[in-house]
């Protein structure tokens, strides 16, 4: 089956969170960016992290799935969703040859 490809997009609940993240805050995003990279490895994620857009931070990846259930239940599987807020949108993914 061929993937579909969307963007994700994870809003922090406060516009400081990268900045002022407590020690339990920081604990749970380590284990966030282990979840994503597990994702990765697997070959389900093309690329993900932090975008320090200047009106307010937000993480995001492009994620190749086979149909956006199973985008949901990673989405809902990550460790950090107590802490944000997650969208996506499905997209055209253009990759290297």
């Known amino acids: 089956m061929e993937k579909k490809y969307f963007f994700v997009r994870l809003n922090s609940r406060r516009p400081t969170f990268p900045m ?8 749970i995003m380590m284990a966030h960016r282990a979840y994503w990279d597990s994702w990765q490895a697997q070959g389900k994620v093309v690329v ?13 990846g492009v994620v ?3 149909n956006e259930a ?3 239940s990673l989405i809902s599987g990550d ?3 107590s802490l944000v807020e997650g969208e996506f949108f499905p997209m055209t993914a253009i990759l290297p040859k």
Request: aromatic fraction near 6%.
């Open 64 to 66: 190749g799935v086979e």
């Open 79 to 81: 460790p950090a969703i």
């Open 20 to 27: 002022d993240m407590t020690p339990e805050e920081r604990q």
């Open 48 to 60: 993900f992290g932090p975008v320090m857009d200047p009106k307010g931070p937000f993480g995001m």
């Open 70 to 72: 199973e985008l949901a």
